[in-house]
């Protein structure tokens, strides 16, 4: 108990919260990209989120991510149930903070990771098989890539590739899963060929600010203590924001004549998820230089998806997929001793091997992610299906999946709700 700092404990239960408030900032930014029939079914999807995976993460996902390797591969169950995680600092992962507060700001990652795969099958996924497919992908995905990244003993952490936040851990494995969602789920209905405009882009652009926002804890925190790492952290995080929200407006600005409020929020995001890995890493002006290059790649990114014709509603695949990648490997090029001494210099400081470790760490993470999400998937469409059916769909997942809709023009035309409260 005498190793606990209360300034760091401060600083890293503020950022807990901080992580926290992201997923109800993500349920905004995505709900307001759909159509007005499924803003309530996207909201939910991220908000059950915050309740399913923080038991589940408490009763045995956090064991396997951080508990006693085994192989490189996975923790062992000696904190099953929280067991033995206390007060008392753990000093493999957090030595001034209790073995607690490292144990829930873990936790907020895993709860926004899979919220996050959302984006890629909106409007279309059944909710009950939703929730399995998310409970068995955060122990099947998550937890194994956690570990393999940032557990003591983890192949990847051996390695010597670096992930300061979860490039790889968070961003990537989305994204690839993301993928695989969109292609065993299949498109929406009249996809391609109606529109499907989002219909609450206020509410969209609040998300990206509450995003933004909650990104300084989710970066920042990631120092596990209040001090100048925490503080370039959180200086790069924030300039790689901005360099990306101009750099996607003026791509999109170059590319279609007009910038869209949907495009700033849409590159300010990108550049928070570039930053991501390299946070811990790089200073201010490799920040800038990470930022501007994701907002570019992100929208080219996003403009792929119309020319493979894979329906990744939301552009998780564009933004975290194209944004993680680009990050990681960033990180490898620009990375620096001199910002942190516990991380390695990249090629662009006299170490390419490090670009090589950045690169084989995300491919190792993309097939996995690849790999488990399509069998997973697989299995769930042939023993209860993965959509809902047509009707439902054309209905909208809010009366479909929950009998509410979003807004009381949605009952009008003769729509009456199920069992009113």
């Known amino acids: 108990m005498d190793a606990i700092n209360t300034g760091d404990t401060a600083f890293l239960l503020l950022s807990t919260a901080l992580v926290m408030f992201m997923t109800p900032g993500l349920a905004l930014f995505y709900g307001g990209m759909v159509r007005s029939k499924n803003v309530l079914g996207m909201l939910m999807q991220s908000f059950v989120m915050i309740g399913l ?18 192989g490189g591969l996975i923790g062992s169950l000696q904190w ?42 909106a409007e279309r996924m059944r909710f009950s098989s939703f929730l399995i497919f998310s409970l068995l992908w955060s122990l099947t995905v998550y937890s194994p890539v956690a570990h393999w990244v940032w557990g003591v003993g983890g192949w990847i952490r051996e390695l010597g590739a670096l992930d300061f936040a ?35 882009l206020p509410m969209t652009l609040l998300g990206a600010g509450i995003l933004w926002f909650g990104w300084f804890g989710f970066n920042a925190g990631s120092a596990l203590a209040s001090g100048g790492l925490a503080a370039n952290a959180f200086v790069v995080t924030h300039l790689a924001a901005a360099a990306a ?48 290059g994701a907002g570019v790649l992100c929208y080219l990114g996003v403009l792929l998806k119309w020319r493979l014709k894979y329906d990744d509603s939301l552009d998780v695949v564009g933004v975290h997929g194209v944004g993680g990648t680009f990050g990681a490997l960033a990180t490898g090029l620009l990375a620096q001793t001199a910002i942190n001494s516990a991380g390695a210099d990249g090629a662009f400081f006299g170490n390419p091997g490090l670009l090589g470790k950045q690169m084989l760490a995300v491919v190792a993470v993309m097939a ?27 209905l909208g997942l809010d009366l479909s999946q929950h009998s509410e809709a979003g807004y009381a023009f949605a009952q009008s035309g003769g729509v009456r709700l199920q069992d009113e409260h």
Do not use: C
């Not at 995976?53 to 085994?70: E, I, K, M, N, R």
């Not at 790889?168 to 929406?188: D, F, P």
């Not at 996995?368 to 439902?392: C, H, N, Q």
């Open 53 to 70: 995976v923080s038991v589940l993460w408490a009763v045995l996902g956090y064991t396997l991510a951080f508990g006693t390797d085994h």
């Open 368 to 394: 996995w992610s690849f790999f488990v999400t399509f069998v997973l998937l697989s299995i769930i469409k042939a023993v209860m299906g993965v959509r809902v059916r047509d009707e439902e769909e054309l």
């Open 245 to 292: 929200a101009l750099s996607w407006a003026g791509a999109e600005w170059v590319h279609k004549g007009q910038p869209t409020t949907l495009g700033v929020a849409s590159g300010l995001v990108a550049g928070l998820v570039a930053i991501t890995p390299a946070s811990g890493f790089v200073g201010p002006m490799s920040a800038l230089a990470i930022g501007g």
């Open 166 to 200: 979860g490039g790889t851990v968070v961003h990537i494995s989305s994204a690839l899963a993301a993928l695989a969602a969109a292609l065993v789920i299949g498109q929406r209905r009249g996809f391609g060929r109606e529109a499907m405009h989002p219909h609450n």
């Open 80 to 121: 099953i149930g929280l067991r033995g995680v206390g007060e008392a600092p753990n000093p493999d992962y957090a030595a001034t903070v209790p073995h607690l507060a490292f144990m829930m700001f873990q936790g907020m990652f895993a709860v926004i990771t899979p919220a996050l795969i959302t984006g890629a099958f």
